[in-house]
């Protein structure tokens, strides 16, 4: 079984530097092989492995309410997989979370977060999924409820056509809280092949009112048999973007 298909994950709860006895999360998957959607057999990507392995390093991003009657979901997970970033940020930000994807895969969604559901509570975090298709990203989505917008929303492995950069923006712009607190956390591979694709994406994202706060680059262990570069980075909205959206 190649590391894309692996069943079990350790991700690092410590900081800075983690050792083989560092204390880690376990994160079941339920055998992702037998589910596609467009074209892509379901799978654990290196990306995810990568930002799910980096959250316990990041800013913790400030969940508290806005003020009331301005109620955001915690975190939302766009093209989520098989669910390993957003199970694990549920777990290490101690969090609700809803995992979303095309629906296809959301039966595997729903597994997954069944077969975690106990070591999340463990940590005080929770998940519910729902389909949440680019596309079309203003239809209610079930696990969020009435929730519409969601304070943090992560994104691993999601710009691999020429399409997704716009899609992904689309989603983006229509379900991260408006507020200086809101965070798009995503990690992709700096593949030749789709620089174009994420150069294209970091336009998008920058006219549509956002900025980068924090990046950074990570590969992944020998088990992936894999030397490609991963790219991370954290955004948030510029201050003049949300001065423009006041009444
Ligand atoms: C390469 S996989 C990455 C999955 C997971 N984030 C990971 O890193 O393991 C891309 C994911 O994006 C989803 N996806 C592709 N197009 C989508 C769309 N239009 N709306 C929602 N999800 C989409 C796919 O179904 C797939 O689960």
Redesign the pocket.
């Not at 949440?132 to 596309?135: A, E, I, N």
């Given at each position: 079984m190649s590391s894309r298909t692996r069943l079990t994950f350790h991700i690092t709860l410590s900081t800075p530097t983690p050792t083989p006895s560092s204390p880690t999360l376990t994160i079941q998957i339920t055998d992702p092989r037998s589910t596609t959607?467009?074209n892509?057999a379901?799978?654990?990507?290196g990306?995810?492995e990568i930002l799910a392995n980096q959250l316990h390093r990041l800013p913790i991003p400030d969940f508290t309410a806005t003020g009331p009657g301005t109620q955001t979901f915690p975190i939302l997970e766009?093209?989520?997989?098989?669910g390993?970033?957003g199970l694990s940020a549920a777990a290490i930000w101690q969090q609700r979370t809803c995992l979303t994807?095309?629906r296809p895969?959301v039966p595997n969604l729903e597994a997954n977060i069944a077969a975690n559901r106990k070591e999340l509570a463990k940590y005080g975090g929770s998940a519910v999924c729902g389909v949440?298709?680019?596309?079309d990203p203003e239809t209610r989505v079930l696990g969020l409820g009435e929730m519409v917008r969601a304070r943090v929303i992560l994104a691993?492995?999601?710009v691999?056509s020429e399409e997704h950069p716009a899609?992904l923006t689309k989603a983006v712009v229509a379900r991260l809280e408006r507020g200086e607190r809101a965070r798009l956390v995503m990690c992709y591979p700096l593949r030749i092949g789709y620089l174009d694709h994420i150069r294209d994406l970091w336009a998008r994202l920058e006219d549509a009112g956002l900025v980068c706060v924090l990046e950074g680059r990570e590969t992944l262990d020998q088990s992936w048999e894999e030397d490609t570069p991963y790219e991370w980075c954290v955004w948030r909205w510029r201050e003049e973007r949300l001065q423009q959206q006041q009444p």
């Open positions: 959607a467009n892509l379901l799978a654990t990507w990306s995810s766009l093209g989520a997989g098989t390993l970033v994807d095309l895969i949440l298709d680019w596309d691993a492995d999601t691999y899609l």
